[in-house]
């Protein structure tokens, strides 16, 4: 979902950029510039224990909430 959300906003991302996650090296090197971008924009957030967790599925709720974050960035 991340990797379709910097596409759909265009974003310009930096390989292996290091994200702040705490697994951050469970995150595959060709998704963690799109992990960091993410993040860096608010986009997607981790109250958990500040992990990405790359292989979990999203909720109707969690895909919801980054959509709309998603919109009000697009809207900047």
Known sequence: M????????????????????????NIPSWAKGVAAAMKRLGI???QVANRFDSDAKATRAEAATILLR???????
Do not use: H, S
């Open 44 to 46: 997607m957030q981790r």
């Open 2 to 25: 991340a990797v379709m959300i910097a596409y759909a906003l265009k974003l310009t991302i930096e390989e292996n950029e290091p994200t702040g996650f705490t697994d951050e090296k």
């Open 70 to 76: 998603m919109l009000e960035q697009q809207n900047k």
